[in-house]
């Protein structure tokens, strides 16, 4: 399954920078891309009015994007293909921003044009690309794996651009290219499709030599099917299709470069320059021009289309008619492009990106003409717009924004320290400030929440005269040291040792050596003297190493000529391995202060990498002081690449810690703020991520109620539960603590993995916790771990809970329904929509823009509408609501639930809807294939066969068993397989993760007011659901019984472990694992329950869920 | 460089008071308006030099004629079973005669190139672009562009600097092959007569040098004890790498790897060292003032 996380952008004011070097118009002209230096992609939305908004950042790739290309029959799917500078490529749906593919080469692209020959191509096409590399490459559109090269026999050189002639004449597709020599080379298209699937050479059908270089584009007039137009940076030319015969040069003024053109229609073109200018020319000919006359007498008027070509030569002269130009930015650099669309409800557009992060559009008339007196007419810009339009126009807030006294200050470093549940922040005024992160973010994003500005707890940090560039929280690193211990390092290269406690300055290391640009720590098996030590890398290049117990500076590195990629220690030596941007090494001795050796080029490299590979039982660790070079290194290792890349030194956005979320996953807790600094600038900006599925395993009692179908009395149990502690009101969450009422309540509350161990987790250090927790996480597997006992603060979560539902809950549907929400779900209202997000475990991010949610057309004029995803969600939400059973939407326990106080009634409402909202995340994120694959077999009736897929049938299993939560047995919840298979539905129809929640989301909490609304009514609980209650108890009693056994069972298994039970035992010891949950549970009851009767009623039933779905 | 008269900021916008600066504004301005240019100047005279050796018509100087032709006598201090003869015209060997003694029955075996035919040095012609590329993105900043911000130098300094690093490393780190690679590259039916079956030739840049390695193999006996592993690619193979070339296992005997030092290269790279450090200075140069261009942009 792909796990992924929900995330919540705080952008602050500002926008961040978005230097664009690519730009393309999708072919229904609604979605503008475009690619930036600093390694995103930007949608924009283009309303029918030709008006822009920027709706969604994309972040996947880790270095400047070279080009973007369509990758699909657009009309088909929606595929944007983009290639960076370090060889990733990446294939995104512009319509949700979700990445499809992903793929690193061992190429540079430059150019990428899509090839499909639907009549004689298997597959979904082609991407034809050039780049630095040798003639141009086939790569499989929705694999992103080569397919083959196209060769050339004369000259082979790197290919400046391309694009593809699709001749009606002689229905032949053909590949025109022009190297960087200026060498023009045509290969055919369609006829070689065969000999390319055979993997045979192909090479150049014609070529010839153009004499000028730096090509930067090649276009075929489909109007006349004569005339090529070719653009250098220092003129364009006009040939004749025919014979490649030079029809025209036209050299640009001094100082002024072409970028490109495009043919407009017949005989009328369009050029472009560096600097944002364009010029429409109409191509005459000058037999033509000789006037009527002329041609009357000769007849050589036919000579626009001579047969032989030759008479066409040199007879062509261009008209200026238009231009366009931009104000100000003179100078900048300009990708652009035009768009011809002929079809009536779209427009001819020109458009720009500028490194700015501006885009413009020109609306190019269909007839440009000049002025009357021939003089050429300037075409007024359309439409223009940058990313800080967006964010002026709409309200931003940073996650600071309320905490009182930091009014507009700017932050320039941050770090989270989620066991804390703090926010640091390093100011550009040399303050640190220190915040509750959850309650920041409440106080910015919600309702009211504001009336929280001034109990916002936080302290502020006074010791640094400059901006503080950088801070390590060392206890979050290694559980062994100080836990009042911060870091911070200054513009003015001063370094202090804080305790964030007392807040006071333990220490101030002054090392002249320019602003620190990162804090590192040396690993666990590093030690000087048993402590570890500080690692700091300043931007005069030079390395600190601090030892903060004996408050000195150990080693000052000051050598390194360029600045410092890589930082690996040597425990056995005592050395310190400083890799730098020019891939030269310096090792250094620590004792002595002394450099050891300084190698470059081929033993460099052996020297950084020989310590990972060689040395496995001595492992030295790396710790990458940018996300790049992880990448770099990736992209290096390629076994037998034909072009190695050097080190990339133009990484774009970095998140302070490192880049993969997959790297930011193993966080402790439901909820992680997880800072984003810019390269270039000092523009920042803070996620929130929250982890529905760590959210839902804290919040839950008893996970096993969710598993097994026979336990279905969830919702009364925590009734009961309820009833029995009442004083206790969060006694769901405060498990840790053995003090619960009865027995079985005692029994509930303590998951069985826990029980034995449960003593020491708690004595044991957070730290320790945090490891368990990262190794359960990077397992991963099918089956489930021990649930590790954690050590989160109770209201921490709920606060956390609440946010989750407030920011994904749409608002403002329906007035009533709001204040309902805020009463009986105890959350805010959000002041205004918030920038939604999602984080993939793989490592990427898509993030919404403030305004987002303006996007959409339709719901432009609604302003009472905030934060709903897109129309769809209602649709959606309303589907559901039908499904949805009337009166069992609910857990039972709190409809009848009239003593029980109001505050565990919405704890218990909230642990249900996120209850769902999981289960519905986790069924619509489950790959589709996979998916499938378990149909299949579920046809086939083999149930038995089914379970090796495994994950999808926990999924459904567990779905199911979420959904029956206060369900009673001997009810066949036929609405709920409707619900399932409506999920099931919404995942082949790719309906977007947060749709799904909201939807939902809206639905079912719509559906427990109207509950409840009805209760208010009726004055006390409909007598059926009386009986529903009683007959529930009965069974209750049973299961009680037999849970009691199986929990001594369990206990006296586990205790001589003193370890959570582990999972290599369970995977052995039956099949019944399957029905798990994928999330964590105590492994034993499971395999207990799952021989209970409840287990062939299961298989029929996912059997009777994939026939209907079938069906 | 020579330090800005006072108020004088040379080069500054119109309209743009130079007064009332405080002096790091003023200075971080003349960096911006008059010492950027004069680096990129350098560094434009630097590689458009290094780009001469790989005799590249500049861009926009027209063409030259057929590039001219060098020889080059290879050899090593070590054996002298081995000489070769390699004529390099720009990025492609033109000519190549190779000669083999072998000591064991005093055979001596020679091999030249088809007439007809031109190997191409991949290595050097990726190194001449990225080089005209560093070039090309430095000549659309010539002294009538304005910089505006530290961050947009920056960005240029790390665009030129990514294309000199590959460029250098092209010449630095020769593709790692494999031998059945080897074997099937276009290069062993460059010759004419065919080279034996039992030789492998591959030709490469290291550093500043031309190396030409020549693999003699034998075949493994299908019932051979030896275990055979296939090698993984390298470099240089060393005696008893085995290898699977058509339904042969094959193993290597000997290796002979000669080399000639090829000036322009030495020079190339000295250019590609030079130019890298003139970029990574301008970097550092902007960066002392980092405060003030990323908050107050020109």
């Given amino acids: ?1111 | 460089g020579a330090r800005p008269g006072q108020g004088g900021a040379g080069g500054g916008g119109p309209g743009r008071l130079t007064v009332g600066l405080c002096p790091q504004e003023e200075e971080f301005r003349w960096l911006l308006h008059d010492e950027v240019h004069a680096v990129l100047r350098q560094l434009q005279d630097i590689l458009k030099e290094a780009s001469l050796r790989f005799t590249l018509p500049c861009s926009g100087t027209g063409t030259e004629g057929p590039a001219k032709q060098e020889n080059f006598i290879l050899g090593s201090c070590s054996t002298d079973q081995v000489k070769g003869v390699l004529t390099l015209q720009g990025d492609a060997l033109s000519q190549a005669d190779v000669n083999l003694k072998i000591p064991r029955n005093n055979q001596l075996l020679h091999f030249a190139f088809r007439e007809d035919k031109q190997w191409k040095l991949q290595q050097i012609q990726d190194a001449r672009n990225h080089v005209s590329q560093a070039i090309y993105l430095l000549a659309n900043r010539d002294e009538s562009y304005q910089f505006r911000t530290g961050a947009e130098v920056l960005k240029l300094m790390d665009a030129v600097m990514l294309q000199l690093t590959r460029a250098r490393n092209r010449l630095t780190t020769p593709a790692t092959l494999t031998l059945p690679e080897i074997a099937a590259s276009g290069l062993t039916r460059m010759f004419a007569p065919a080279l034996p079956s039992d030789l492998l030739v591959n030709v490469y840049i290291n550093l500043n040098k031309l190396c030409l390695t020549v693999y003699q193999l034998h075949a493994l006996q299908p019932n051979s004890t030896k275990n055979f592993r296939p090698a993984g690619g390298a470099v240089l193979h060393s005696p008893g790498a085995m290898f699977e070339w058509g339904s042969q296992r094959l193993e290597v005997s000997h290796v002979h790897k000669v080399e000639c030092v090829i000036p322009w290269l030495n020079d190339a790279l000295v250019f590609f060292t030079v130019s890298l450090q003139l970029c990574q200075q301008l970097k550092d140069k902007i960066s002392v003032f980092s405060s003030y261009w990323s908050y107050r942009p020109f």
């Avoid at chain 1, 053109?261 to 472009?272: C, K, P, S, T, Y």
């Fill in chain 1, 1 to 1111: 399954m792909r796990c992924s996380l929900q995330a919540v952008a705080l952008w602050g004011k500002k926008a961040p920078p978005h230097s664009i070097t690519a730009i393309m118009i999708t072919d229904d002209q609604q979605t503008i891309v475009t690619g930036s230096q600093e390694g995103q992609l930007c949608l924009w939305n283009l309303s029918p009015e030709l008006k822009i908004s920027a709706k969604e950042l994309l972040f996947g790739h880790s270095a400047s994007v070279t080009c973007l290309a369509k990758a699909r029959d657009f009309s088909k799917q929606p595929y944007v293909v983009s290639a960076a500078e370090n060889g990733e490529m990446c294939v995104w749906n512009v319509t949700n921003g979700q990445r499809v593919e992903k793929a690193t080469l061992p190429y540079r692209h430059t150019a990428i044009c899509y090839y499909h020959c639907s009549f004689r191509m298997t597959g979904e096409g082609w991407l034809l690309c050039c780049g630095e590399y040798q003639d141009v490459l086939i790569i499989d559109a929705k694999s992103l794996a080569v397919i083959h090269t196209f060769i050339s026999s004369q000259s082979p050189d790197w290919i400046n651009c391309l694009c593809i002639v699709h001749s009606m004449r002689i229905q032949e597709d053909s590949l025109l290219v022009v190297s960087v020599a200026g060498e023009l080379k045509v290969w055919d298209l369609s006829s070689s499709i065969n000999s390319i699937q055979e993997k045979q050479d192909v090479y150049e059908k014609e070529s010839k030599f153009l004499d000028s270089l730096n090509c930067r584009a090649i276009r075929f007039c489909t109007y006349t099917e004569r005339l090529l137009l070719v653009v250098f940076s220092k003129c364009w030319k006009v040939y004749d299709y025919c014979d490649f015969s030079l029809l025209r040069t036209e050299v640009s003024r001094s100082g002024q470069f072409f970028a490109g053109g495009e043919v407009l229609a017949a005989h009328r073109i369009i050029i472009w320059t560096e600097d944002g200018h364009s010029f429409i020319y109409q191509l005459l000919n000058r037999w033509a021009q000789m006037g009527a006359a002329y041609k009357t007498f000769s007849g050589l008027s036919k000579s626009i289309y001579p047969a032989d070509g030759r008479v066409l030569k040199e007879t062509i002269y261009p008209h200026l008619l238009c231009s366009t130009s931009v104000q100000e930015n003179k100078g900048l650099s300009f990708v652009m492009g035009y768009m011809n669309e002929r079809k009536e409800p779209f427009y001819k557009i020109l458009f720009s990106g500028e490194v700015s992060g501006r885009i413009t559009l020109w609306h190019i008339p269909d007839v440009p003409v000049s002025k009357f007196d021939g003089s050429p007419r300037e075409i007024p810009i359309t439409a223009t717009w940058t990313l800080q339009d967006n964010f002026d126009k709409h309200h931003t807030m940073s996650i600071i924004d309320h905490v009182p006294g930091a009014g507009t200050v700017v932050v320039t470093s941050s770090v989270y320290v989620s066991s804390l549940d703090k926010l640091i922040c390093g100011c550009e005024d040399g303050t640190i400030l220190i915040t509750q992160a959850l309650n920041a973010a409440k106080a910015g994003l919600l309702e009211g929440g504001s009336l929280l500005k001034d109990s916002l707890p936080h302290k502020v940090l006074k010791g640094h005269h400059q901006s503080v560039t950088s801070l390590l929280y060392p206890h979050g690193l290694s559980s062994k040291l100080d836990q009042s211990w911060l870091l911070s390092g200054d513009q003015d290269s001063c370094v202090i040792l804080w305790n964030i406690f007392t807040e006071e300055v333990l220490h101030k290391f002054f090392l002249e050596a320019g602003p620190v640009t990162s804090l590192l720590m040396s690993p666990e098996n590093f030690r000087l003297r048993s402590d570890q030590v500080i690692c700091c890398v300043c931007s005069d290049h030079s390395v600190a190493l601090l030892h903060l117990e004996g408050k000195r500076c150990l080693l000052h590195a000051r050598k390194h000529l360029f600045p410092v990629r890589m930082i690996k220690w040597h425990p056995v030596e005592n050395f310190l391995i400083v890799g730098c941007a020019d891939d030269s090494a310096y090792i250094w001795e620590i004792e002595t202060g002394t450099l050891e050796r300084h190698e470059t080029g081929e033993r460099a490299r052996i020297i950084l990498n020989c310590c990972d590979d060689s040395q496995p039982l001595k492992p030295e660790f790396a710790l990458p002081v940018t996300s790049e070079t992880h990448k770099h290194k990736s992209v290096e290792q390629r076994p037998s690449s034909s072009c190695q890349f050097g080190p990339i030194p133009c990484p774009g956005l970095q998140v302070e810690s490192s880049w993969k979320v997959a790297d930011v996953k193993p966080f402790s807790g439901p909820f992680n703020v997880l800072p984003v600094k810019t390269r270039w600038s000092d523009i920042g900006f803070h996620i929130l991520l929250f982890d529905l599925e760590n959210l839902v395993e804290l919040l839950l009692p008893t996970p096993v109620c969710d598993v097994d179908p026979s336990n279905s009395f969830y919702g009364s149990e925590i009734l009961r539960r309820a009833k029995s502690t009442v004083e206790k009101k969060t006694l769901t969450l405060k498990r840790n603590k053995t003090a619960s009422g009865s027995l079985s309540a005692e029994a509930q509350a303590k998951p069985v993995s826990e029980n034995p161990a449960q003593g020491e987790n708690t004595a044991k250090s957070l730290g320790d916790n945090e490891g368990i927790k990262r190794q359960k996480k990077i397992k991963n597997s099918k089956k489930m771990h021990p649930k590790p006992s954690r050590k989160v603060d109770a209201n921490i979560t709920i606060d956390t809970a609440k946010l989750f539902l407030s920011c994904f809950l749409p608002w403002g549907v329906d007035k009533e329904f709001d204040n309902l929400c805020i009463k009986h779900l105890d959350i805010l209202k959000l002041q205004g929509s918030v920038s939604l997000g999602l984080a993939s475990n793989e490592d990427h991010f898509s993030l919404m823009l403030p305004g987002w949610d303006l996007c959409n057309a339709e719901m432009k004029k609604d302003y009472s509408k905030v934060n709903l995803f897109s129309k769809k969600v209602l649709d959606l939400s309303n589907k559901y609501m039908s499904t949805l059973p009337n009166q069992v939407g609910m857990p039972r326990g709190l409809e009848n639930n009239c003593d029980s106080s109001q505050e565990s009634n919405t704890l218990n409402t909230i642990v249900y809807l996120l209850n769902r909202l999981f289960a519905v995340y986790k069924l619509v994120n489950t790959p589709l294939e996979l998916a499938c694959g378990t149909d299949r077999s579920f046809k086939m009736e083999s149930v038995h066969k089914a379970r090796i897929p495994g994950n999808e049938i926990s999924n459904i299993s567990s779905f199911y068993g979420y959904l029956r939560n206060g369900k009673s047995e001997s009810h066949i919840p036929e609405a709920d397989i409707s619900l399932l298979k409506l999920i099931s539905c919404w995942r082949d129809q790719s309906v977007q993760v947060t749709e799904a929640i909201q939807a939902v989301l809206l639905a079912e909490v719509q559906q427990h007011m109207k509950n409840l609304s009805k209760r208010a009514g009726n004055g006390q609980p409909v007598s059926m659901t009386e009986d529903v209650h009683c007959e529930m108890r009965q069974i209750l009693q049973e299961t009680e019984w037999t849970r009691e056994e199986i929990e001594l069972h369990c206990t006296t298994d586990t205790l001589p472990l003193q370890t959570p039970v582990s999972p290599v035992k369970h995977d052995s010891d039956s099949n019944s694992a399957k029905f798990q949950d994928t999330e964590d549970m105590p492994d034993r009851c499971v395999l207990e329950e799952s021989e209970s009767p409840g287990k062939p009623r299961h298989h029929s039933w996912i059997a009777k869920v994939c026939s209907c779905k079938l069906c």
